[in-house]
């Protein structure tokens, strides 16, 4: 390597000596002669090269050690092949009895909730002091408690990640615009006391629970354990539990809904603006196994999206934002004609219902204008009478009544209901009560479904590693009472939160190998768990990605292009499916291509699929092993031995007194029988002795080296470890902890190259992909834009027989200083020669330019790199990302977003009411005004990231190839290069003649590249619709259901009073 002289060299022996001076030679003639670069003195120095840092990796690691100590158990072992199929089996009854215990909690706060209605009677004067939730704890200035705000005791709790909390007592949020003392939400609030000691019983049946709440159908949310709200900077909660997805699916059957808008010329201004915020709450209610579209009409219809003329798409995450984006572009003109927009309406439902697509349910149009001039019996009479399969929902913006009738009468004649929005306050509570009518039929039947929703987010719960994902299992409560059964009221929704953490607690990761994996789906072919799954992504700080809820299969195992697997399991069938897969791993930079076996089966009792990956070859191999548990426990006790915390090997979360202690120390106490309430996994615990019993000889070797480094040259070496396939670690350190140049290698955050929940450390994933008995070596890649990493990884594997089926038992390996590694390749160049050594996916790890360390080659040498790509050295591999975020820029305005979020909408509507009581006879050029102040700010251009598709390259070696050389025909020169394999490793040196420049071909990057769709690729996107399957249960309609409470308009002078006042102190309080 240039700048390093003969002194440094001359410690390195004469065969060393002698391979520098032919090299010289060599090299030297290269420069005389300008003839190509000597194959066979390339071959030389790399064979010479490889020999050394062999030697340092296996001599620091102990493999060869390892590897011995493992044949000598070689006879007392049995192998066996799993099977995948009675695997995927075992796991999904697992995950049954699981979600099972959760369901029964539930249910028992359903039957408790019920009981306690039914023996309530309603008090208007009912004065009760509860806990609320914003308010406990709270003092005036006097140090009295504020009223609803008691003295109610928090204390940190390690199961809710150390959060203070109350596990005695649940407390109560409501929704900041709604009254505290409100009488139902008081009479609500009593009656629920009751189910504090349901709430503490199930939490003792079932230590791993926990939030478990009731969410009102008046608004209040009570929750347990009782933890502190906090607003936020704007004095707002914006939490409304009838607007979670768990709510609705519990209260609701799955439906279709056809949203028409009046964009007629009465509508502009404040009352567009009002209907926009209508639809988008609206929006807000539905879910995934819901259906829709938006039609504007005026004189003629407008499809919010023109692309959807004539159809519904599924209400996801990302159709929802999509059309959330079209809103805006919808203004008021001409004359509204009503009978167009309802003749269409009724068509689109009843066409798409007979494709057998859509929820197969309940269907509904949505009516939002400012009135009706006409009742249009005669279009309900042909489309939707006698039956009245479609509800129609009306709402009147504005607050003139004049059309009232009309609308409440199409509400009432078609099982609707019809309700007034004056304000934008109104919006969100109007909004809600189409959900209490859809929930008619379902309480009338009396049937408690049981719900689970697709994986979100609770920050509440985050840990180090950020948010949690959940899924929430939740009931419906009934009104039990006999006088109330025909109007089928619902009293709200409970519910239970299950970290997806828990289900991977279920999942033998020992026994998927390597580089399996299990996975679970919904019913809607979306992921619930899955390693691929990137549910956050980072720009300074860890956010959520706006569709993250909603990755279908498709997205991450995207080379099922016919989506067999994904159908598969949405159908519920079990069975085996493979095929050859492009796994990325190292941060996406390098790929591992193998073929994997997929098996697959239902979880009974809720709507998930679960499916298991398991790749050929050695991963679908395992064996056990057999010694005493005394020999076991003797060697568990060395201080070097760690265990995969985020593995189950002992359940210690079912009694509170275990939840300290690490699996380590679980194992100990099992072992040694202090623990008889400890269930663990015996399987695992038996391997996990063997394991340690096999490899506690290295902790000696490892020691006598460390004793004797002082007298060698070998001070490079810092760390070695060694994993086992049981996730049992052992870690050495040759130089103080203090010392080490990578301070965060194999701690808790180092997330890559531990044992995890998900997968096995990423040095042991390629170790084992590597021919036995030689080293992987690789440089760690940083998480920033620029990786300047300063250590260099060196790992192998240890299998248990000398063929591919053989299991991999374990891996060791080192890390060692990168300026070490480095001074170990020595070369001797000419300022015509540049010299790199590459690993087999192209990245640097050394150059006579420091600055191209952890480099993709090809950005370098773009025209050497393009000529190994066509003699076939190297291989490109295309990957596609679906869960990408890429910069864009958007036109936004500083108002027209904020309305639409329902308490900014909220904040901006006290100065629409304060000008309303000023000057209301002059309402339309009020309304022009505050339309033109709040939304119609300078359009700009911001950068924002948005979800988007992108498809970018990686590289891989082709083993068969050890050595080439070629010339690159450039403009004006001829580039010569030799790259030779250096032996028993994944690398290559490559030697490049550096006197031709061949600027004229550009480097090759690794930087994706966003898909872009034109409007008929993107119009097909929206159209297309993958196999899902429907929720087995819907309740559409019921004969005995009183259509009669169907709405009416509401008191204007009474509401602006209760919500002026609120409003007001927020305002001037800010």
Same mark, same amino acid.
């Given at each position: 390597?240039?700048?390093?002289?003969?002194?440094?060299?001359?410690?390195?022996?004469?065969?060393?000596?002698? %391979?520098?001076?032919?090299?010289?030679?060599?090299?030297?003639?290269?420069? =005389?002669?300008?003839?190509?670069?000597?194959?066979?003195?390339?071959?030389?120095?790399?064979?010479?090269?490889?020999?050394?840092?062999?030697?340092?990796?296996?001599?620091?690691?102990?493999?060869?050690?390892?590897?011995?100590?493992?044949?000598?158990?070689?006879?007392?072992?049995?192998?066996?092949?799993?099977?995948?199929? &009675?695997?995927?089996?075992?796991?999904?009854?697992?995950?049954?009895?699981?979600?099972?215990?959760?369901?029964?909690?539930?249910?028992?706060?359903?039957?408790?909730?019920?009981?306690?209605?039914?023996?309530?009677?309603?008090?208007?004067?009912?004065?009760? *002091?509860?806990?609320?939730?914003?308010?406990?704890?709270?003092?005036?200035?006097?140090?009295?408690?504020? *009223?609803?705000?008691?003295?109610?005791?928090?204390?940190?709790?390690?199961?809710?990640?150390?959060?203070?909390?109350?596990?005695?007592?649940?407390?109560?949020?409501?929704?900041? $615009?709604?009254?505290?003392?409100?009488?139902?939400?008081?009479?609500?609030?009593?009656?629920?006391?009751?189910?504090?000691?349901?709430?503490?019983?199930?939490?003792?049946?079932?230590?791993?629970?926990?939030?478990?709440?009731?969410?009102? !159908?008046?608004?209040?949310?009570?929750?347990?354990?009782?933890?502190?709200?906090?607003?936020?900077?704007?004095?707002?909660?914006?939490?409304?539990?009838?607007?979670?997805?768990?709510?609705?699916?519990?209260?609701?059957?799955?439906?279709?809904?056809?949203?028409?808008?009046?964009?007629?010329?009465?509508?502009?201004?404040?009352?567009?603006?009002?209907?926009?915020?209508?639809?988008?709450?609206?929006?807000?209610?539905?879910?995934?196994?819901?259906?829709?579209?938006?039609?504007?009409?005026?004189?003629?219809?407008?499809?919010?999206?023109?692309?959807?003329?004539?159809?519904?798409?599924? @209400?996801?995450?990302?159709?929802?934002?999509?059309?959330?984006?079209?809103?805006?572009?919808?203004?008021?003109?001409?004359?509204?004609?009503?009978?167009?927009?309802?003749?269409?309406?009724?068509?689109?439902?009843?066409?798409?219902?007979?494709?057998?697509?859509?929820?197969?349910?309940?269907?509904?149009?949505?009516?939002?204008?400012?009135?009706?001039?006409?009742?249009?019996?005669?279009?309900?009479?042909?489309?939707?009478?006698?039956?009245?399969?479609?509800?129609?929902?009306?709402?009147?913006?504005?607050?003139?009544?004049?059309?009232?009738?009309?609308?409440?009468?199409?509400?009432?004649?078609?099982?609707?209901?019809?309700?007034?929005?004056?304000?934008?306050?109104?919006?969100?509570?109007?909004?809600?009560?189409?959900?209490?009518?859809?929930?008619?039929?379902?309480?009338?039947?009396?049937?408690?479904?049981?719900?689970?929703?697709?994986?979100?987010?609770?920050?509440?719960?985050?840990?180090? &590693?950020?948010?949690?994902?959940?899924? %929430?299992?939740?009931?419906?409560?009934?009104?039990?009472?006999? *006088?109330?059964?025909?109007?089928? #009221?619902?009293?709200?929704?409970?519910?239970?939160?299950?970290?997806?953490?828990?289900?991977?607690?279920?999942?033998?990761?020992?026994?998927?190998?390597?580089?399996?994996?299990?996975?679970?789906?919904?019913?809607?072919?979306?992921?619930?768990?899955?390693?691929?799954?990137?549910?956050?992504?980072?720009?300074?700080?860890?956010?959520?990605?706006?569709?993250?809820?909603?990755?279908?299969?498709?997205?991450?195992?995207?080379?099922?292009?016919?989506?067999?697997?994904?159908?598969?399991?949405?159908?519920?069938?079990?069975?085996?499916?493979?095929?050859?897969?492009?796994?990325?791993?190292?941060?996406?930079?390098?790929?591992?291509?193998?073929?994997?076996?997929?098996?697959?089966?239902?979880?009974?009792?809720?709507?998930?699929?679960?499916?298991?990956?398991?790749?050929?070859?050695?991963?679908?191999?395992?064996?056990?092993?057999?010694?005493?548990?005394?020999?076991?426990?003797?060697?568990?006790?060395?201080?070097?031995?760690?265990?995969?915390?985020?593995?189950?090997?002992?359940?210690?979360?079912?009694?509170?007194?275990?939840?300290?202690?690490?699996?380590?120390?679980?194992?100990?106490?099992?072992?040694?029988?202090?623990?008889?309430?400890?269930?663990?996994?015996?399987?695992?615990?038996?391997?996990?002795?063997?394991?340690?019993?096999?490899? !506690?000889?290295?902790?000696?070797?490892?020691?006598?080296?460390?004793?004797?480094?002082?007298? $060698?040259?070998?001070?490079?070496?810092?760390?070695?470890?060694?994993?086992?396939?049981?996730?049992?670690?052992?870690?050495?350190?040759?130089?103080?902890?203090?010392?080490?140049? $990578?301070?965060?290698?194999?701690?808790?955050?180092?997330?890559?190259?531990?044992?995890?929940?998900?997968?096995?450390?990423?040095?042991?994933?390629?170790?084992?992909?590597? #021919?036995?008995?030689?080293?992987?070596?690789?440089?760690?890649?940083? %998480?920033?834009?620029?990786?300047?990493?300063?250590?260099?990884?060196?790992?192998?594997?240890?299998?248990?027989?000398?063929? =591919?089926?053989?299991?991999?038992?374990?891996?060791?390996?080192?890390?060692?200083?990168?300026?070490?590694?480095?001074?170990?390749?020595?070369?001797?160049?000419?300022?015509?020669?540049?010299?790199?050594?590459?690993? $087999?996916?192209?990245? #640097?790890?050394?150059?006579?330019?420091?600055? &191209?360390?952890?480099?993709?080659?090809?950005?370098?040498?773009?025209?050497?790199?393009?000529?190994?790509?066509?003699?076939?050295?190297?291989?490109?591999?295309?990957?596609?990302?679906?869960?990408?975020?890429?910069?864009?820029?958007?036109?936004?305005?500083?108002?027209?977003?904020?309305?639409?979020?329902?308490?900014?909408?909220?904040? !901006?509507?006290?100065?629409?009411?304060?000008?309303?009581?000023?000057?209301?006879?002059?309402?339309?050029?009020?309304?022009?005004?505050?339309?033109?102040?709040?939304?119609?700010?300078?359009?700009?251009?911001?950068?924002?990231?948005?979800?988007?598709?992108?498809?970018?390259?990686?590289?891989?070696?082709?083993?068969?190839?050890?050595?080439?050389?070629?010339?690159?025909?450039?403009?004006?020169?001829?580039?010569?290069?030799?790259?030779?394999?250096?032996?028993?490793?994944?690398?290559?040196?490559?030697?490049?003649?550096?006197?031709?420049?061949?600027?004229?071909?550009?480097?090759?990057?690794? @930087?994706?590249?966003?898909?872009?769709?034109?409007?008929?690729?993107?119009?097909?996107?929206?159209?297309?619709?993958?196999?899902?399957?429907?929720?087995?249960?819907?309740?559409?309609?019921?004969?005995?259901?009183?259509?009669?409470?169907?709405?009416? !308009?509401?008191?204007?002078?009474?509401?602006?009073?209760?919500?002026?006042?609120?409003?007001?102190?927020?305002?001037?309080?800010?």
């Amino acid at each position: 390597m240039a700048g390093l002289g003969w002194q440094r060299r001359a410690s390195r022996g004469p065969w060393a000596l002698l %391979t520098a001076a032919l090299l010289y030679a060599a090299l030297g003639d290269v420069v =005389r002669s300008e003839q190509q670069i000597p194959l066979s003195v390339v071959k030389l120095w790399a064979s010479a090269f490889g020999g050394e840092i062999k030697s340092i990796a296996a001599k620091y690691s102990g493999s060869q050690l390892l590897q011995k100590k493992y044949k000598e158990y070689e006879k007392d072992v049995a192998i066996e092949e799993i099977d995948g199929l &009675q695997l995927v089996k075992k796991l999904a009854k697992n995950m049954e009895e699981m979600f099972h215990k959760k369901s029964e909690a539930v249910r028992r706060l359903v039957e408790a909730a019920e009981e306690a209605h039914l023996k309530h009677e309603f008090d208007a004067d009912l004065q009760y *002091e509860y806990f609320n939730a914003v308010l406990i704890n709270e003092r005036d200035k006097d140090g009295n408690f504020l *009223e609803l705000g008691k003295e109610f005791i928090l204390a940190p709790n390690d199961h809710f990640n150390n959060l203070p909390v109350n596990i005695s007592l649940s407390d109560v949020q409501v929704p900041t $615009n709604m009254y505290n003392k409100d009488p139902a939400i008081v009479n609500g609030v009593y009656w629920s006391e009751s189910l504090n000691k349901v709430f503490v019983d199930n939490f003792d049946r079932d230590p791993s629970l926990i939030w478990q709440y009731f969410g009102s !159908a008046k608004g209040f949310f009570r929750q347990y354990p009782g933890i502190k709200w906090e607003p936020d900077e704007n004095g707002v909660i914006a939490f409304d539990c009838r607007n979670r997805k768990w709510y609705i699916q519990a209260a609701t059957s799955p439906k279709d809904v056809v949203i028409l808008v009046d964009v007629s010329g009465s509508m502009k201004g404040l009352r567009m603006t009002i209907a926009k915020q209508t639809v988008s709450s609206i929006l807000d209610t539905l879910g995934d196994d819901d259906f829709f579209n938006i039609i504007a009409y005026n004189e003629e219809l407008h499809y919010v999206e023109p692309c959807l003329n004539g159809t519904l798409v599924q @209400a996801d995450r990302t159709n929802k934002e999509h059309f959330r984006e079209h809103l805006d572009k919808l203004f008021a003109k001409g004359i509204g004609m009503l009978d167009i927009a309802l003749n269409e309406a009724f068509n689109i439902l009843s066409d798409f219902n007979h494709t057998g697509q859509g929820s197969i349910c309940s269907q509904a149009i949505m009516l939002i204008t400012d009135g009706a001039v006409d009742t249009y019996d005669t279009i309900f009479a042909k489309y939707n009478w006698p039956d009245r399969k479609v509800r129609i929902f009306t709402y009147l913006i504005g607050r003139e009544a004049a059309f009232a009738d009309n609308l409440k009468w199409m509400a009432c004649a078609n099982k609707g209901f019809f309700t007034q929005i004056s304000t934008l306050a109104d919006v969100q509570e109007n909004v809600m009560e189409y959900l209490h009518v859809l929930s008619r039929p379902k309480v009338i039947d009396q049937e408690h479904d049981v719900v689970w929703t697709e994986a979100y987010i609770d920050s509440t719960l985050a840990d180090d &590693q950020g948010p949690v994902l959940m899924t %929430t299992v939740a009931m419906p409560v009934f009104s039990k009472q006999n *006088e109330t059964r025909s109007k089928g #009221i619902l009293l709200g929704v409970v519910g239970t939160d299950v970290p997806v953490k828990e289900l991977l607690k279920t999942i033998p990761k020992y026994k998927l190998g390597i580089h399996g994996y299990a996975f679970a789906i919904t019913n809607n072919g979306y992921i619930l768990t899955h390693p691929e799954l990137r549910p956050l992504y980072e720009e300074g700080k860890k956010r959520r990605k706006p569709n993250y809820s909603s990755v279908d299969l498709s997205e991450v195992e995207w080379e099922d292009r016919d989506d067999v697997l994904r159908n598969a399991m949405v159908n519920r069938k079990t069975g085996k499916f493979s095929m050859e897969v492009k796994k990325t791993v190292d941060k996406g930079k390098r790929v591992l291509v193998m073929t994997n076996d997929y098996y697959y089966t239902d979880i009974k009792g809720t709507p998930f699929s679960l499916g298991v990956a398991l790749s050929r070859g050695h991963g679908k191999y395992f064996f056990r092993g057999n010694v005493t548990i005394e020999e076991g426990l003797h060697d568990l006790e060395h201080p070097d031995v760690s265990l995969a915390d985020e593995w189950s090997y002992c359940n210690t979360d079912l009694h509170p007194e275990h939840r300290h202690l690490s699996q380590l120390e679980a194992i100990k106490l099992y072992l040694k029988g202090k623990e008889p309430l400890l269930q663990c996994d015996k399987e695992l615990i038996q391997e996990v002795l063997f394991d340690a019993v096999v490899s !506690a000889p290295i902790e000696a070797y490892w020691t006598s080296l460390a004793l004797n480094k002082s007298e $060698n040259s070998d001070k490079g070496v810092e760390v070695a470890f060694l994993g086992t396939r049981t996730g049992l670690s052992r870690i050495n350190l040759f130089v103080g902890a203090e010392q080490l140049t $990578n301070q965060d290698f194999l701690k808790a955050g180092d997330k890559e190259n531990i044992f995890n929940a998900d997968h096995f450390p990423l040095w042991y994933r390629r170790a084992a992909e590597q #021919i036995p008995g030689s080293f992987v070596y690789s440089i760690p890649f940083s %998480t920033g834009t620029v990786n300047k990493s300063n250590v260099v990884t060196a790992s192998t594997s240890i299998q248990l027989l000398d063929e =591919r089926k053989s299991p991999v038992v374990a891996a060791v390996g080192i890390q060692m200083k990168l300026e070490f590694f480095q001074r170990k390749f020595w070369t001797a160049s000419r300022q015509t020669v540049n010299c790199y050594l590459i690993d $087999n996916n192209g990245f #640097i790890l050394v150059s006579e330019d420091y600055t &191209q360390t952890g480099d993709f080659f090809g950005e370098v040498e773009g025209a050497v790199m393009n000529k190994l790509l066509t003699m076939g050295s190297f291989k490109r591999i295309t990957l596609y990302d679906y869960q990408a975020m890429c910069r864009a820029n958007k036109e936004s305005s500083d108002g027209a977003h904020g309305l639409l979020d329902p308490y900014n909408a909220f904040l !901006a509507a006290v100065k629409w009411i304060m000008t309303e009581l000023v000057l209301f006879l002059v309402e339309f050029n009020l309304c022009s005004w505050w339309h033109s102040d709040m939304t119609a700010k300078a359009q700009k251009l911001k950068q924002t990231l948005e979800p988007c598709d992108t498809e970018y390259p990686a590289f891989v070696s082709e083993r068969t190839i050890k050595e080439t050389s070629g010339h690159i025909a450039c403009e004006d020169c001829s580039k010569s290069f030799v790259i030779q394999q250096i032996p028993s490793s994944n690398l290559f040196m490559v030697v490049v003649d550096s006197s031709c420049l061949c600027e004229s071909v550009a480097p090759i990057t690794m @930087a994706p590249i966003e898909i872009r769709y034109n409007e008929s690729l993107k119009c097909e996107r929206l159209k297309a619709q993958k196999i899902r399957r429907r929720p087995e249960s819907c309740h559409g309609f019921h004969p005995e259901e009183n259509a009669r409470e169907c709405g009416g !308009a509401p008191n204007l002078q009474a509401k602006m009073i209760l919500i002026l006042f609120p409003l007001l102190l927020m305002l001037f309080s800010r």
